[in-house]
């Protein structure tokens, strides 16, 4: 294994952990009357949330202690798990959320494959581009191949159905390509040929209509959607200081399981603007650093990795944040590191975790010896 | 060339990475400023959303469970009664609205003005649980903004009968005192409600995501408690009080072999609340019917036997007096005379600390833990405590605070062969839906003493009514044990001269003893005040009318009926007989063993006499008549049995409801006074659910 060059980039890591820790006071408050209800015990959530955000802090350090290199090792591995997994979800899958089979449940765990699958898709595109760079621009032998991975991921996720998992994966995916230099024509043509395919697939599921209809209801000034215009009441509510923290009137009543997909609009209810506002400051810190590191990675599949990375828990935090303020129709993704989501916060952690070791290769201005000495090391996995 | 390449890609890499911050620093921007509009621009206008649904949460009542005596006839159950409520906001004829209210409950138009001008709420009340007799002028209105409302409300069913045991609940339905408190969690289930929706026009509007609680209606609760024993203790205990001009009493009928209460009463016509149990909350000096645990230890301890002879002093031992000037007597005698003197006597010879183990051991210091709230444990003092004197006049129930069902329990522990149970008087919890939840079983507390000291103890107190103080409670054909006891009340520090507690404390039959009944009687002042002439013929009208009723059967197991005689021979008065509530197979049995002529109209099984009359039929003979209802309550748990509908014209409105409520029958009153019409017609088969409507008319009318 490589040396360590570096230290890991801290203003990546303190905005994680800033984040995990306030969002152990948000999920209390929000889940404490529901999971009394539920269970009659007001901290069971709370417990279990806690429990969850203590492993994904200690997976944060051990993983960034590990040599991303070695994920090159197994991306194969995981990839098959990742198939399997949906696989598993398609043909035993136990139908949960809403008629859609998005939980695997193993020894009394649930655990919601998409969180992982995404991850393990990544590390695969990260790798092919990086090899492939050379004949990318070659359909048959370079983008196809790559493409299909994205290709099948996607479609075993819209199955489900899970329409929104499955655009933001894909549309993640063509973020990754078009940072890895896939043509644009390829692009291009891709997208073109997906439209047809997703409006296809949206009129078979009533479901994702209804969504669309009541969110143009609720833009138009009807009450469509009960939850978001409850998350809405609830910002307005909060004002510019909040209620205070556990407060919050919305959740009693109005939202329930706010801890999950809403939990933007208790944050901003309970500690109003300013709150949100250092919400979206240390996402934004968290991005911003996230692409900065991967622009001084040398090496094509960490750069890929740590942009890819970043993207996928920046976008989740952009677009749970704009279901929640009405911005866009409802889509059922977590914010990061935030909301109650079961395994979501195990992941996210671990893909910070591959993130802060990525950056312990990150190149110093002064450092030019060493982007020789990394950039033989990157290559020799080739 | 290579290089050159990765440099150019590089760098074209770093730009494309370069525009994605700047993407998402826009997007970020764009969702900030999308948060200040709501949460500080227009923020004011979602405070006011969020304060107005919180008002539109409208709650569904559960419905309270019933609580049933031990033969499944509903104590207390629950009625609908109207309530009225509107929305100010949305009313759109104020001065109407007012006008019609004042008409109808004769109150000042400007009290609903008031109302319904309230700003900043979208509820407020403005009639709550209206009196029936104004269903008929309400059930018109219907105004907008205007909303009737069903409020559950308790009523018992038979006059107040068993309510200190029930106890109340307030106009919110929350328990106050007796089982209503004791499991109010229980019995009051869970509140549900639904979130009122409203747009921008003030419109309810249903939305698919409403969040909606259902009701789950609370448990229905059985006793032990039997309602004709109740009936009977009840009208014995205000009669007894009344005619010995008391100031209050208490009685307790207990099951001897169980622990379970049948009946309890007291009356508080002292100044404190008629509502509470003073059988377990309330304390006295026991007196002479304290002497049980002298006795019962004397024979455990194989001290003495009843024949052995006791110096009693000539009468006066100590300050103490004897009402008997003897110089000596039997053991025998000193209980049935109830001699204080031969008493001590016995006493000092056992000890301070074998009298204080077996007082500890019947109960006294102890609560019973009786499923009741309020039960204090009274005082007995320890050994240590005692003064020179303690001893002395603790044998004879002084020095000693108890409750009546202490000392009850004492005397059913011997009456039960010296094992003492557990009183206990909520005897099952059943689900809505009917499923047991809870059964409470016979509890066994200790074995006070063995059965040969029971029994020779219990031939004593056999001989206190046969021979002694306690004959005003003989009964022929039964062998009753019991004990007396007077005792003078402390009145200001010191014990008063006229001020008694009387007491007795009996069971039977004595051969194999089922019910033990106490009988107390504060401050007699009709000239009586002995125990056994105050409280002894109370304790037999009570013994005598629970005979005459059950003959013991339900009591006792089936092989000893043989040689228990069933009936006294005592003249029923055939013109103060009062049946009414009573469980019919129960009053047939009564009448035919008293050999009373009578009718039943209606129902011969599992219903209950509604009313009853005197009358002479064609051959001249005088004969009751019985009017019975349906079948009881059982029943209306049992879902697929359906009622017939009673005849109900020449009823009260009153207790035609509480007919009604008994059935189960979901009804509509018009009018008030006498029922004068109803549909459908008596006997006819009613369906699940079903709504039978009755019509009135004031008594003068017709």
Redesign the interface.
């Known amino acids: 294994m490589e040396p360590r060059v570096n230290k890991i980039d801290l203003w990546l890591l303190i905005p994680i952990l800033a984040l995990i820790t306030f969002s152990l006071g948000v999920v209390y408050s929000a889940s404490s009357s529901w999971s009394a209800k539920m269970s009659g015990d007001s901290a069971m959530l709370f417990r279990n949330h806690l429990m969850r955000a203590g492993m994904g802090i200690f997976l944060i350090f051990l993983v960034s202690r590990v040599s991303y290199l070695q994920l090159i090792k197994y991306r194969k591995y995981l990839m098959g798990a990742a198939i399997l997994m949906l696989l598993y979800l398609l043909f035993a899958g136990v139908e949960t959320t809403k008629g859609a089979a998005r939980w695997i449940y193993i020894g009394g765990f649930s655990f919601q494959p998409a969180d992982f699958v995404k991850y393990a898709l990544l590390i695969n595109i990260a790798y092919l581009l990086s090899k492939k760079?050379d004949y990318i621009h070659n359909l048959y032998y370079g983008y196809l191949p790559v493409l299909g991975y994205v290709l099948a991921v996607v479609a075993l996720i819209a199955v489900q159905p899970n329409f929104s998992t499955a655009s933001v994966i894909f549309i993640t995916s063509l973020?990754v390509f078009?940072?890895?230099?896939v043509k644009m024509k390829h692009m291009a043509i891709t997208i073109a040929s997906m439209v047809p395919a997703a409006i296809l697939f949206v009129l078979s599921k009533p479901y994702i209509l209804n969504r669309i209809f009541s969110y143009q209801e609720h833009t138009s000034?009807?009450?469509g959607?009960?939850?978001l215009s409850q998350a809405?009441?609830?910002?307005?509510?909060?004002?510019?200081f909040g209620v205070g923290p556990g407060n919050s009137?919305?959740r009693e009543?109005?939202l329930?399981q706010s801890y999950d997909d809403f939990v933007f609009s208790i944050v901003?209810e309970e500690y109003?603007?300013w709150g949100?506002?250092i919400v979206?400051l240390l996402?934004?810190i968290f991005?911003?650093r996230g692409?900065?590191l991967?622009?001084s990675i040398p090496d094509d599949f960490g750069?890929y990795l740590a942009?890819g990375i970043t993207?996928i828990i920046?976008m989740n935090a952009?677009i749970n944040?704009?279901v929640a303020?009405?911005?866009i129709p409802t889509t059922g993704q977590t914010l990061p590191f935030i909301s109650y989501g079961g395994t979501s916060i195990i992941f996210n952690s671990i893909a910070v975790g591959i993130l802060l070791n990525i950056s312990t290769y990150r190149v110093q201005p002064k450092g030019a010896l060493l982007r020789e000495s990394l950039a033989a090391a990157g290559n020799s996995h080739e | 060339m290579r290089e050159r390449t990765n440099t150019n890609i590089k760098a074209n890499t770093e730009r494309r990475i370069t525009i994605f911050m700047a993407v998402f620093a826009l997007l970020f921007l764009v969702i900030l400023y999308k948060l200040f509009t709501i949460q500080v621009i227009d923020a004011a206008r979602y405070q006011l959303a969020a304060k107005k649904q919180y008002e539109s949460k409208i709650s569904l009542k559960s419905s309270r469970g019933i609580i049933f005596d031990r033969k499944m006839n509903s104590l207390v159950s629950n009625i609908v009664m109207y309530s009225f409520a509107a929305d100010p906001n949305m009313v759109d004829n104020k001065d109407s609205v007012a006008q019609v209210f004042a008409d109808i409950f004769k109150k000042d138009k400007s009290y609903y003005l008031d109302k319904l001008n309230s700003k900043n709420t979208s509820f407020v009340w403005l009639e709550r649980r209206i009196d029936p007799k104004f269903e008929a002028q309400v059930k018109d209105i219907s105004f907008s903004g205007v909303i009737k409302l069903n409020e559950p409300n308790r009523i018992f069913n038979y006059d107040k009968l068993s309510s200190q045991i029930v106890g109340y609940t307030n106009i919110d339905n929350n328990g106050l005192s007796g089982i209503e408190l004791e499991l109010n969690e229980m019995l009051s289930g869970k509140e549900g409600y639904v979130v009122m929706q409203k747009d921008g026009l003030g419109r309810k509007r249903p939305a698919v995501e409403y969040p909606r609680q259902e009701p789950v209606d609370g448990n229905n609760v059985i006793l032990t408690v039997d309602m004709n024993l109740q009936k009977i203790a009840e009208e014995e205990l205000t009669a007894g009080v009344e005619a010995n001009n008391s100031t209050g009493g208490k009685v307790i009928v207990m099951n001897v072999k169980t622990g379970e209460i049948l009946a309890m009463h007291s009356i508080n016509n002292d100044g404190s609340s008629q509502d509470k149990i003073a059988e377990i909350t309330d304390l006295y000096e026991p007196g002479s019917t304290f002497k049980i645990v002298t006795g019962a230890a004397a024979l455990e301890e194989n001290m003495l036997s009843k024949f052995d002879v006791i110096n009693t002093y000539g009468g006066e031992y100590m300050n103490i007096k004897d009402s008997h000037k003897s110089s000596s007597m039997t053991f025998q005698q000193v209980i049935e005379q109830s001699s204080n003197i031969g008493t001590i006597q016995v006493a000092n010879r056992l000890g301070r600390e074998r009298f204080y183990k077996y007082a500890r051991d019947f109960g006294f210091g102890i609560t019973t833990g009786l499923d009741l709230p309020g039960e204090v444990k009274g005082r007995l003092k320890k050994p240590v405590e005692f003064s020179p004197v303690s001893l002395n006049y603790m044998a004879i129930g002084y020095e000693v605070l108890v409750t009546a069902l202490q000392m009850t329990n004492a005397y059913a522990c011997v009456a039960n062969g010296g094992m003492m149970m557990k009183p206990y008087i909520i005897k099952k919890i059943l689900a809505p839906d009917g499923t047991l939840l809870k059964e409470y079983k016979p509890v066994e507390i200790r074995n006070v003493i063995s059965k040969t000291t029971a029994k020779a103890l219990t031939e004593l107190f056999v001989g206190v009514v046969e021979n002694g103080t306690g004959k005003d409670a003989r009964i022929e054909n039964i062998k009753i044990a019991g004990k007396t006891g007077t005792s003078q009340k402390m009145v200001e520090g010191k014990y008063s001269k006229s001020k008694y507690t009387s007491s007795f404390m009996g069971y039977f039959p004595a051969e194999n003893p089922q019910i033990v009944i106490a009988v107390i009687i504060d401050a007699p002042g009709a000239g009586e005040y002995y125990g056994g002439k105050v409280s002894a013929p109370i304790f037999k009208k009570i013994a005598e009318r629970i005979i005459n009723l059950t003959g013991l059967h339900e009591f006792s197991a089936p092989e000893n009926n043989a040689d228990i005689v069933l009936t006294s021979n005592s003249k029923v008065d055939n013109t103060s007989l009062n049946l009414v509530n009573f469980d019919i197979s129960d009053a047939i049995r009564f009448l035919n063993e008293n050999e009373i002529p009578f009718e039943v109209e209606g129902a011969r099984k599992n219903a209950i006499v509604v009313s009853q009359e005197q009358f002479t039929d064609e051959k001249g003979n005088r004969k009751i008549k019985l009017v019975t209802a349906g079948a009881n309550q059982d029943d209306k748990l049992n879902k697929d049995s359906h009622v017939k509908m009673p005849e109900l014209r020449g009823m009260s409105v009153r207790k035609c409801i509480k007919v009604m409520s008994t059935l189960g029958i979901d009804y509509k009153v018009n009018g008030c006074g006498k029922v004068t019409a109803q549909v459908p017609e008596a006997g006819t088969q009613l369906a699940k659910n079903q709504q039978v409507i009755i019509n009135c008319d004031p008594p003068g009318k017709f």
């Open positions: 760079k973020m078009w940072v890895g230099k000034g009807g009450t959607s009960y939850q809405i009441i609830g910002f307005g509510n909060g004002g510019f009137n919305q009543l109005f329930p901003g109003g603007f949100v506002t979206i996402f934004g991005v911003y692409l900065k991967s622009k750069r942009f993207i920046g952009i944040m704009m303020t009405g911005m």
